[in-house]
């Protein structure tokens, strides 16, 4: 099962808003909302951060969308792609300051709304690529909900989660293993536990994450995932099983 990118809706108009939605479940993207102020929005993303803010830029209320993504940006980087109706100048340039990823116009199509996410996501990989070029830890992965970008020579390759088997510790390092290979990552199993999205990923051990929707059996003392035998702590036996439970 592929995990989407979760997308939140910030639009006054509810109708419109409901029509985005459906849009967007149809392009089997995951809409963790749909808001209708700037205020509502700041809480949303403070309890349920989603990966891209599908933002109209006339709200009504007390702050509108341009000034609704200053205040998020404070503290989150979250990418931005504007909704408007309006062409006024001003209004551009100042949304212009935000940085956003893209503006939609109303009314847009289907393919317009598709292609401007679309190139979201890849900007979003192209932008953690530069970052990865100027640290130390050139080969940190890049997390997103559904896919994982590692660093391969000189260019980020993506992992979709669904491909991947499980995670073992190398000491200051870890691999990744997946449907077509194994890959060497520069940080702790302990680093890329916290990154990864708990409703797949599990620790089962101390040199051991493993993905549940391939695990194939649970023994007394370790799990198989493709024909492979991994060591499962005791202590964390009760837990695996609770989890496959609700998988």
Known sequence: MKIP?????VEDEMIIGASISLQLSNLGYEVSGIVSRGEEALIHIQQ?????????????????????????????????????ANDDDAHFLRAKKTNPS??????????DLQRA?????????????TD?????????PFVLSDSIFVKRNDKMVKILIEDIYYFEADRNYCKIYSKDKERLLVMTL??????????????????????LMHVDEVAGSHVVISKKAIPLSKSLR??????????
């Open 190 to 211: 302990k680093e890329i536990d916290g990154k990864l999205p708990e409703e797949h990923f599990l620790r089962i051990h101390r040199s051991y994450i493993v993905n």
């Open 102 to 111: 893209a503006f939609i116009s109303k009314p847009f199509k289907k393919l």
């Open 132 to 140: 990865l070029e100027q640290s130390d830890n050139c080969n940190s």
């Open 238 to 247: 009760g837990k695996l099983l609770k989890r496959l439970q609700t998988f």
């Open 5 to 9: 990118i979760k997308i939140l809706i």
């Open 48 to 84: 349920n951060k989603p990966d891209i803010l599908l933002l109209d830029i006339n709200l009504k209320g007390k702050i509108n969308g341009i000034e609704t993504a200053k205040l998020m940006q404070k503290d989150y980087h979250i990418p931005i792609i504007y909704l408007t």
């Open 117 to 129: 996410i679309e190139l979201t996501i890849e900007r979003m990989a192209a932008d953690n690529d």
